[in-house]
């Protein structure tokens, strides 16, 4: 049970590691403002869980979101000469809009093809809370300019991704996660908004079908106790 926590934690948007994640334990532990452990050997930057959890008794998911931040950068020009040497550009309110409905979109669909857990939109017995934000969003993306626009990417942006996994009735913290996610073509591509889109939304779904496998798991191993 909680072997299969650790790997929902270290690897719900990353691949594994090399050791198994271990949660520290002792007089010694690392233990958070609100109780958590830290968990040692994960991928992620910062893995923090409740000890001695127990998610037995969960079969729903509430999916939040917990807000989205953009890091300040100055203005973009439209001239494609002013914007070859800079690789951080602002968002605009569209651009905004898009990433936000992307990423709902997304995880909605792949949270609900969970053969064990149903997505649920208010709280009550059994759901667990599942919420994300998004942090120091940035847009390697340039404007569309006048005229040719031969800008090629190989990045399309980052943001520091933030889940937390609670009890719904309660709102009892149960695991935090914290990581630095870049968004990258499988290849270095021309700018454009259609495939940049179709980029965005192949990494996001690449973490959705992770996010449910793993809490599939979580739940196969916990009624298995």
Not at 75 to 95: I, K, L, T, Y
Not at 117 to 141: H, Q, R, W
Request: net charge negative; with cysteine.
């Amino acid at each position: 049970m909680r072997h299969t926590l650790y790997l929902l934690l270290s690897t719900a948007l990353l691949s594994g590691c090399m050791s198994d994640p271990v949660v520290q334990s002792g007089s010694t532990a690392e233990v958070s403002f609100d109780g958590l452990h830290r968990v040692d050997n994960s991928r992620m930057k910062d893995a923090w869980v409740k000890p001695d959890l127990n998610l037995s008794g969960y079969d729903k998911i509430r999916l939040l979101g917990a807000g989205v931040e953009y890091r300040a950068v100055r203005p973009a020009s439209r001239s494609v000469r002013a914007n070859a040497n800079r690789s951080d550009f602002p968002m605009d309110e569209n651009q905004k809009a898009r990433l936000l409905k992307n990423v709902r979109e997304v995880f909605m669909t792949e949270l609900g093809k969970s053969e064990h857990f149903t997505i649920v939109n208010d709280e009550g017995p059994g759901v667990l809370e599942l919420k994300g934000a998004l942090l120091d969003v940035v847009s390697n993306i340039p404007p569309e300019a006048i005229g040719r626009n031969e800008f090629y990417l190989s990045k399309l942006g980052e943001a520091t991704l933030v889940l937390e996994l609670r009890d719904s009735q309660s709102e009892e913290i149960l695991a935090r996660t914290i990581d630095r996610q870049a968004i990258e073509p499988l290849r270095m591509q021309e700018s454009n908004r259609v495939l940049n889109i179709s980029e965005l939304r192949r990494e996001i779904r690449s973490w959705g079908v992770l996010l449910a496998k793993r809490l599939d798991e979580l739940h196969e191993n916990a009624i298995a106790q």
